[in-house]
């Protein structure tokens, strides 16, 4: 791991022999971009690779005496508005009542070992020094004394660059910034395959893919998450990039907000990548001396398809991410209460689901909505934090105990973003709703408090600890089951109000951060109606997320499927619950449900009451499986095999680091009559020269990846005495082991 400098050419080299990423100081004292992509050998002047054309008569240009010169056509680091680029800039700052187009230009850079946290914000974080190295860029605009600060910093291991800005106003007068983003990437040229993850409520992250095509393609959210719609991942992949071979590009931004990705290609064909804070509606007050700090992008390069910037973004979330108490720790398997007695509920009926899912192995019991205040339905109580007595009349203290007893840990559920309008809370304080003093829109029957206020997440961190440490709390889903309009604090200025968005997501940052410093041994999975703030930024704090509500097996292939593009296997929850499910009202087999939900953090949402013994025998069994494999799904490489979104049928597949055991899960979702299609599943990421056992039969790696395994027989109409398989939702998981010491002549 390197960062280069040639001072004499003003060359800047990130690389780690994986990738690299290299930059210079062009002639106006501007950055310019010069390559990023596979590792390049190391030479003393890369400028040959800053391409300086003419530009036509209708373009403009820096000076006088060199038309060739233009912003128009040199790819930048970081741009700003004006200068002869007529394109979208990375930033835009300015003071009242003066000219509003900066001009930063270099001024200095450091070196530092490791990387430095950034503050009030989730960021990748590092656990020795050696691990990372970090390149900082000073730039300076001398008319507005303001001073930028690009980050960026190179993974000793991975084929990871992280980014980000901040910026100090160094003047007497206040800097208003509109638009500062995480980081923006000039390429030469638009031959990529828009590839992002989409989609709304219950079916959230679904792949999607365009051409890049002159224009502006971008995803973004304002809804003050980061959302169901448009997860804050991006990738760029080359028309023939499958998911195991070709070049890709990855971007993921740090962040749980308001947020922008986009690709501007000009009329040279040049494509112009930016990320981060939306600048719509963001005006940020920035006083003399101050600081403020972009998130932070995650930048992949892979040229080994689609599974490599995958297992990039896995591998450095795993490590570099989630609490590092969670790198290693087994995930319990919980039981949730939710889709068994929805609001209707007591204490004897939580006490006897918990038997008799501790009966079946179970490990966890959580106890969802409807707990506190009077709340029997979604219209009341949210905010008001302490237990319901008509429900528990001997507290959460006496279930607490009952499910300690039965040798299970016990969790619940909070909303603490929300109050509802029929509660004591909103009641006293009704000006802590978002809003304008005259207009509140509802959404779910609830309003969001805001947290852009202290005193408001200052009451939330007494409630939620005082109940945390009184029933000795081992786990917490953290809901937000709306989103933010009349984006409007009645504490802030009204020149403050463009700060909303961002004071609030830096408070519920806040809430995390002090909680799960507190109860490190507290597992916290995030949750927004399902999957609405599926993020890295999340992740920082909650190594786990409620992937969606919708537990249907064959809807989650889908999720599943696009969630993995950036991120790990072990942040998906995943849960076994009832049929017909309740957001499809499919039936599918239990099994099918089991080998679909095996691949995440196990668990159930069902009533165990009403299983029959055979169900029950099954799920004990489920449960064991799981337990045996948890390791290899936490800690194993994840390789996509079949897609969802362009086969009737999918597969994937967690193979160990060492390559000695793998997991695969196939699925079929129609029956095809008298199907001609050869049998077998290519595997991937296995030793080729190793011998594995797998079904019945022994297999070279190289045969596995090659020919491909072959599955059991389907039924075509005739063959029913001899198929293992058919009909519609069909599934099957497979667990391959290395034979050590067997040898060719052995076969």
Not at 164 to 183: F, H, Q, V, W, Y
Not at 282 to 308: A, C, I, T
Not at 369 to 384: I, P, V
Request: proline fraction near 4%; glycine fraction near 6%.
């Amino acid at each position: 791991m390197m960062i280069h400098t040639n001072l004499k050419n003003k060359q800047f080299h990130l690389t780690n022999g994986q990738v690299s990423y290299i930059f210079n100081v062009m002639k106006n004292g501007h950055l310019g971009h010069l390559y990023y992509g596979n590792a390049l050998r190391h030479r003393n002047d890369f400028s040959h690779l800053q391409t300086v054309d003419v530009p036509t008569a209708a373009s403009c240009h820096v000076y006088e005496d060199d038309p060739a010169f233009s912003l128009e056509t040199l790819r930048q680091e970081y741009p700003a508005y004006g200068n002869s680029d007529f394109r979208e800039p990375a930033i835009h700052v300015g003071i009242e009542n003066a000219p509003n187009v900066p001009n930063f230009t270099y001024d200095s850079y450091k070196i530092l070992k490791g990387k430095p946290s950034l503050k009030g914000l989730p960021s990748t974080y590092i656990n020795e020094a050696y691990e990372a190295s970090t390149l900082q860029i000073i730039l300076k605009d001398e008319f507005l004394h303001v001073e930028l600060a690009l980050n960026y910093t190179i993974f000793q291991d991975k084929p990871v660059i992280t980014r980000s800005a901040s910026i100090k106003n160094n003047g007497t007068e206040k800097l208003i910034i509109e638009r500062l983003m995480g980081a923006s990437l000039d390429l030469p040229d638009k031959d990529f395959i828009f590839t992002h993850l989409a989609g709304t409520w219950s079916r959230e992250r679904h792949v999607k893919e365009r051409k890049l095509e002159m224009g502006i393609q971008a995803i973004s959210s304002l809804r003050g998450a980061s959302s169901h719609h448009h997860n804050p991942f991006l990738a760029l992949k080359r028309p023939f990039t499958t998911e195991h071979t070709g070049e890709v590009y990855g971007f993921n931004f740090v962040y749980s907000s308001n947020f922008i990705m986009q690709v501007e290609v000009d009329h040279y064909d040049t494509a112009r990548l930016t990320a981060g804070i939306h600048p719509f509606g963001f005006k940020w007050n920035l006083k003399p001396h101050e600081v403020f700090q972009s998130p932070e992008v995650v930048m992949v390069y892979s040229d080994q398809g689609l599974n490599g910037m995958s297992q990039a973004f896995h591998n450095l979330y795993r490590e570099h991410l989630i609490p590092n108490h969670w790198r290693k720790e087994e995930r319990p398997i919980l039981i949730n209460n939710w889709e068994a007695t929805y609001f209707d509920f007591n204490e004897e009926k939580l006490v006897n689901i918990a038997k008799s899912a501790s009966e079946l192995g179970i490990e966890l019991f959580v106890l969802d909505d409807g707990w506190f205040g009077k709340r029997n339905d979604d219209t009341s109580s949210l905010g008001d934090w302490h237990v319901d007595l008509n429900k528990l009349p001997n507290g959460l203290e006496s279930l607490t105990k009952e499910i300690s007893e039965l040798g299970m840990k016990f969790g619940l559920w909070f909303e603490p973003e929300m109050i509802s309008p029929n509660s004591d809370l909103y009641r006293e304080h009704p000006d802590w709703a978002v809003g304008t003093p005259h207009q509140h829109t509802l959404g779910r029957n609830q309003l969001v408090l805001d947290f852009s206020r202290p005193e408001i997440v200052d009451y939330l961190y007494e409630k939620m600890a005082e109940i945390i440490k009184r029933t000795n709390l081992s786990y917490i889903k953290w809901d937000m089951n709306r989103n933010i309009t009349e984006a409007f604090s009645q504490k802030l200025a009204l020149n403050q109000q463009g700060e909303f968005f961002h004071r609030y997501i830096l408070g519920v940052y806040n809430l995390y951060e002090r909680l799960t410093n507190e109860f490190p041994n507290v597992l916290f999975e995030s949750c927004a109606g399902g999957g609405g703030r599926f993020d890295p930024g999340m992740m920082y704090y909650a190594p786990q997320a409620w992937t969606s509500d919708d537990t249907d097996a064959i809807e989650r292939l889908k999720i599943q499927y696009g969630t993995s593009f950036a991120y790990p296997v072990y942040s998906m929850g995943s849960h076994v619950s009832a049929v017909p499910n309740h957001q499809t009202l499919r039936t599918t087999p239990l099994s099918t449900r089991a080998n679909t939900a095996y691949f995440g953090t196990f668990g159930y949402e069902l009533d165990p009451l009403k299983l029959s013994e055979d169900e029950r025998l099954e799920i004990k069994e489920q449960i064991s499986f799981y337990k045996k494999h948890r390791g290899l799904i936490r800690d194993g490489l994840f390789y996509q095999l079949l897609s969802p979104f362009s086969e009737n049928e999918t597969a994937w597949m967690v193979v160990s680091q060492d390559q000695s055991e793998a997991l695969v899960g196939y699925y079929k979702v129609l029956a095809t009559p008298n199907s001609l299609k050869q049998q077998t599943l290519q595997l991937s990421g296995l030793n080729e020269a190793k011998a594995y056992q797998v079904a019945g039969r022994i297999y070279y790696g190289d045969e596995l990846m090659q020919a491909g395994l072959q599955l059991p027989t389907e039924f075509n109409g005739v063959n029913s005495s001899s198929a293992k398989r058919g009909g519609d939702f069909q599934s099957n998981v497979f667990y391959i082991k290395s034979i050590e010491d067997l040898h060719f002549n052995d076969l």
